[in-house]
């Protein structure tokens, strides 16, 4: 979006010399930014009594003894000439197979969620642990790893 200045056709300062003859102050509105500072999220959960994310329960150790021990998710997109197809996919770390995966054109919730329900309807674990990045994820034992880690997830 342009400055005043700009639709005006005249520099900034002109326009703060004319709003301040008139007796005006510009007033910059602050903008919301979402934090994912680890501390700031600690002392939020402390103040309002929620948990806001899930600890990170595989901490880098990407083994499992079994199947259905873990399973990792991610997303990735797909170039097509109609456009972009999401793809999310969750697979068991033991067996190193997709157990569940989804495809769309958007990145709804839903598509992670048809993910993890194909894999739960095929596996049927009666205990996983689900981890990802910081994605979403519903529904079976939640992990998240570090903000911006690439090396942190699928």
């Given at each position: 979006?342009?400055?005043?200045?700009?639709?005006?056709?005249?520099?900034?300062?002109?326009?703060?010399?004319?709003?301040?003859?008139?007796?005006?102050?510009?007033?910059?509105?602050?903008?919301?930014?979402?934090?994912?500072?680890?501390?700031?999220?600690?002392?939020?959960?402390?103040?309002?009594?929620?948990?806001?994310?899930?600890?990170?329960?595989?901490?880098?150790?990407?083994?499992?003894?079994?199947?259905?021990?873990?399973?990792?998710?991610?997303?990735?997109?797909?170039?097509?000439?109609?456009?972009?197809?999401?793809?999310?996919?969750?697979?068991?770390?033991?067996?190193?197979?997709?157990?569940?995966?989804?495809?769309?054109?958007?990145?709804?919730?839903?598509?992670?969620?048809?993910?993890?329900?194909?894999?739960?309807?095929?596996?049927?674990?009666?205990?996983?642990?689900?981890?990802?990045?910081q994605g979403c994820q519903a529904?079976?034992?939640?992990?998240?790893?570090?903000?911006?880690?690439?090396?942190?997830?699928?």
């Amino acid at each position: 979006m342009r400055s005043l200045a700009e639709q005006a056709g005249i520099s900034d300062s002109s326009v703060l010399r004319i709003w301040q003859a008139h007796g005006l102050k510009p007033h910059r509105v602050e903008t919301f930014k979402v934090s994912r500072d680890p501390d700031f999220v600690e002392k939020l959960e402390d103040i309002v009594g929620l948990y806001l994310s899930p600890p990170d329960l595989v901490d880098r150790n990407f083994s499992a003894q079994w199947p259905d021990q873990l399973w990792v998710a991610d997303i990735t997109y797909v170039p097509t000439l109609a456009g972009f197809l999401f793809l999310a996919v969750v697979l068991d770390v033991c067996t190193r197979r997709i157990v569940g995966w989804a495809m769309a054109n958007h990145l709804r919730t839903e598509l992670i969620l048809d993910a993890l329900n194909m894999a739960l309807w095929q596996r049927r674990p009666r205990k996983v642990i689900h981890h990802s990045d910081q994605g979403c994820q519903a529904g079976v034992r939640p992990s998240m790893g570090s903000v911006g880690d690439c090396f942190d997830n699928a």
